[in-house]
């Protein structure tokens, strides 16, 4: 694999304008155009615009050579993968509006899943706040899917519909894990149990004792008759509870005992592994009927990268890996030819640096630790890993409360894996921190990035905000990936769509 490794931001920021405006090509001509961008920036055929966030060079070649945003290049693996030029935006719509919270989309987008059945899609609303604040928040509500529209003015979307309106099929379920909920949703119509909306369960901090995480409920939400709860295995809260989706029934038959749902979390500090977790699991008896509640459901690791306990350097992890990295939703992606990949979407931090503590009032390019924590563990790292220097380890003056794992640049992403690579980890051929990504899509240019400017202090401003994207779900009969772009509609998210091509 060839991989362009370039240390100078402004460089990554001229390659990555000519991404975005690049029509859709073939891999192997995207090498070829890459490599020429490369040799004109060193040899000064660019002209560069002044330093800053907003600031951009502008190339002298005509837009017909850009490159696609497409930065992990090199041949496609062997198989039949999907190719990343063969992504196309489509455009996007707005969600409907139902009433206060908890019976709204704001502050919701923490799980989607697509019903097939009913060409519709299942989404959470408003998340569940603890100590009662929002008790019953985490509802489901069923929207139709109007034709998206290509625009950047919101105003200018559709609206879905509601199918079915806001309903609490948890009630009464996960209360021991109501701070900061971490949720996945999957629908599947199996003839061994009719259809069903699987469900993973988790929080930011998971709690002290051995919580079950996942369950099941009927679609139809004012006859939910909620099913669970089990656990996935021995494995880690923090690495099961994040994303969900299903696996085709024939790989899943081959590889995984028909195993044919993907359950995983990526949990940023590495905490679930430095990179996204994924596991097969079937939790039906041999008659369809759920397992008795407190379970311990049979699972296939598919991916489990090391975890930030096991080792304080980056070895067994993804590639280019930092602590702020976030991976909301996963997707297994087939198109009508037989290629296929494995997505994950999230807000991959990209920084030259990133740390522990609080945006710094001073500039975005300048750390903020939290000093009372200097010494327990590696605070702030640059770009490859290694701890920043003595004097980055300083807590700045005037910073808001928003702590947390913060970078100096973060970029929505999609992310490609070979199921082939898979395969090979459920057979015990590789292990299960082995595979990596064979592409990486930036996809900042279709996003609205127009957080309401109340919340901005949480979600960071410019390069270094955060929470960009939350769940996606995929329609194999048309192609269409849908992608939640949060806080895009007020506090609201929006539903972008790309076609999976051939």
Known sequence: MITLNMEDQQLKDILKQALREARPMKLWHSISIGLLLITLCLTGQLASSPQGSEARATATLTPQAYLPIVTATGALPSG?????????????FRLPDDGERPRTFEYGGNAMTFNPDNNTLFIMGHDRIAYGDVPDGN??????????????NVEDLPVAEFVQPFHNPTAGYFTNMEEIPRVGMAYLNHPDTGPKIHLGW???????????????????????????????????????????????????????????????????GGWSGMGPALFAYRPWQA????????T?????P????????????????????????????????TTPGGNTALLFAGTKSTGTKYWYGWVNPAGAELPCVEAALIGQFTLCRLADGTPCPPEDLEECAGHND??????????AQFILYNPADLARV?????????????ATLDIDTHLYLNPPEWEQDMLGRGDQRRQRIGDVAFDPSTGHLYVLELYADGAKPIVHVWAVED
């Open 287 to 294: 008659d369809g009927s759920p397992p008795p509640t407190g």
């Open 402 to 411: 928003y702590r947390g794992w913060w970078s100096t640049r973060f970029d």
């Open 426 to 438: 459920a057979a015990g051929e590789l292990e299960s921190w082995e595979p990596q990504p064979y």
């Open 80 to 92: 039949e993968v999907i190719d990343p030029a063969n992504i196309v935006y489509v455009g996007a």
């Open 302 to 333: 598919l991916l489990l990268y090391a975890n930030s306990e096991e080792t304080d350097t980056f070895e067994r992890a993804l590639h280019d890996y930092q602590h702020p990295d976030e991976w909301e939703g996963g997707a297994w992606l």
């Open 202 to 268: 988790g929080q930011h901090m998971p709690p002290d004792s051995d919580e079950p995480t996942h369950g099941w409920f009927n679609p139809d939400l004012g006859n939910a008759d909620f099913q669970g709860v089990w656990h996935i295995g021995q494995q880690d809260c923090n690495s099961v509870n994040g994303y969900l989706f299903t696996i085709p029934t024939a790989w899943a038959d081959v590889h995984v005992q028909g195993r044919m749902l993907a359950t995983g979390r990526y949990r940023d």
């Open 296 to 300: 311990r459901l049979s699972e296939t």
């Open 139 to 152: 509802q489901v509500a069923e929207v139709s899917i109007p034709t998206p529209v290509n625009s950047r």
